[in-house]
């Protein structure tokens, strides 16, 4: 691929990601004046359940996808990855049918168990969407992707207003996400599946034998994407137990306005450094140095409109998103820290994965989930979600911190040795 490809690629796909990221923002004012604290309160936990039990409904099979020489074992391992969903989701729907009600008591919401019965079809569309969205990068249908995500932002706006006009409470924004699935995986699998051959070259024995090949991503991905999501998603949870719904929704609405153009500039800088960074270590360059600068950049790019959301949120959000949004704003103040933190890191976070340090990734995730199950509950127990919300982001922030630095570390330690070799 030349470098020119290369580029128009990234450029394809970060506008396709940025159309699609911006337009829920975009309309987000009047989104706010639709539905309440407590409606994102419901909406956010069953997005939580489904991001969680999305993270290991293939096993993570639809990651090997890229990585066949033949098209004929990338067919099988997506259909191997599509038999694991299918079977999972009509899992989870056994699952709610006998425990709906205890499920909806532990989340601390009685208005969440209906939407439990939503969760199996949620799930399912979340895998279609994964793993066709492999194919599609496969093939190199960038363009079908980013249209594809476009389309899904579009459909989950339109449905979330339209039907927030007739103050359905959660309904409307639950119903937008799983509608906005359905209608982007009707474009995807327009890329893929063209003719009936498609089908004809799935075979159980090459199934049982790529999952066998790739069983590595069963085993170690598999676990680490949970306990990610779980670390990611625990203070929804926790809070949703122990405190007020609509202090659920005052959390995720606060991580959804901010995290959003934070996903865009983060992910399109890891697309680039990755690239980079590859590259150099492999031919003997200082990668280390590549990574320092790049740091440098983004801390200079970002450092003053995070100075102004640490000062100015609640006035912000009480005046863009209405005055009941403006707890949703000291929120933010509270978790800026860890927020700005997390751009760094989630910017070179394929360092593990380039000097082989994977397990220890998974270790510090675990350690994570831990620590923020015990600081959280230290406010449980004062009753105060200010201090809740205070040591969350404490130890949020100490262990990113630990891992930018243990990253730079392990990246420096590789840079030197390399040089001592040549």
Known sequence: MSQNTFRKNIITLMMGTTIAQALPLAFMPIITRLYTPNDFGVFAIFVALATILGAIATARYEMAILL??????????????????TLFSFFIFIIVILFNTQFAKLLGNAQISLWL??????LFFIGIFNILTMLNNREKNYAIISTATILKSVILVSSQL??????????GLISGQILSHL???MGLAKGIIKDKAFFNTIKKEKMINLAKEHKNFAIFQTPHALINALSSNVPIYMFSSFFTMSVVGFYA?????VFSPLSILSSSVAKVYNQKVVEAYHNGEDSYQLTKVLLIKVTKTMIVPFLIIIIFAPQIFAFVFGENWKEAGIYTQITSPFLFLNLLVSSISFIPSLV?????????????LIFSVLFILIGVYFKNIYLSLGLFTLVYSLILWYNLNWMLKELRVRCVAKKDIK
Do not use: M
Request: proline share 4%.
């Open 183 to 185: 209608f982007a995986n």
């Open 117 to 122: 019965y939503f969760l199996p079809i949620t």
């Open 356 to 368: 082989g340090k994977q397990k220890k990734a998974l270790t510090v995730s675990i350690i994570h």
């Open 253 to 257: 609405f606060s991580l959804r306005i």
């Open 68 to 85: 066949p020489k033949k098209e004929i074992d990338a067919i099988n391992i997506s259909a191997l990855s599509f038999l694991i969903l």
């Open 162 to 171: 339209l039907i927030g006009f007739f103050k359905s409470g959660a309904t």
